[in-house]
């Protein structure tokens, strides 16, 4: 008996274990508090040409990373010392929530719902939801000409996935994907006729793919790129907010987006103003 006994505690204390192992290692830092030890662990996207890109070298480029560098050294951390961790659009409130990140740079659009799980720094850029479509695709004009029972593809959990519902769900098949990749290769193979999201993000794949892949209309949404943390976090927020002001005052802004998005013919517009609320 006194055997089973402590067999059934050893396996007891073994569950609590696995639990808290599946927690997801989170830390009830805040990003101010983390940035003071030196390191930071900034949520991005992986497959977002100009934007947020993973090389194949391991490396990470685009204008989200250039703001989470530029945020970072405002905050005291070196580049170096910051880890980028993959925050797909619908894992992002979760990642914030638990800790795992300290903050998330990932066309992140700064909306009420999201507003009441997390807290914004900025925006630090402004765009609009547009439409992406093969290069030889003559139909599709906009968004007034989403109808037909035409194939349109975006991503869980994002905003133009659910801009999509909203104004055009009796009109078009809406296909959700985990990643706008995913939906890129879905529209060059054709099981898709469109691919929806924010301008700038559709810019950034045509731009990957010259001669195949054409944006469409004008953007008929408008939306605000924010800084995500973890809600309540006043004092990082603000530090968040400064460093996109000097940002822009500085002209890292500029030559950021410039740099990035530069050779596609993208005008550079003018910069937001951060809302301090």
Known sequence: MRFNHVLR???????VAVVATGCGGGSDKT?????????LTVGI???QPGLGLRNKDGSFSGFDVDVAKYVGEKLGVKPENITFKESPSAQRETLIENGQVDFIVATYSITDKRKEKVDFGGPYYVTGQSLLVRSDNTDITGAESLNGNKKLCS???????????DKYAKDVQLQEYDTYSLCVEALKSGSVDALTTDDIILRGFAAQSPGALKVVGAPFTTEKYGIGV????TESRGKINDAIDAMIADGSWKAALEKNFGSTGFTVPAPPTVDRY
């Not at 505690?9 to 569950?15: N, V």
């Open 230 to 233: 973890k809600k309540g976090d």
């Open 31 to 39: 990003a101010t508090e983390h940035a003071k030890d030196g390191k």
């Open 155 to 165: 991503v869980k959990g994002s905003t133009p996935a659910q801009n999509i519902k």
């Open 9 to 15: 505690i050893a396996a007891g204390a073994l569950a």
């Open 45 to 47: 996207k992986y497959d």
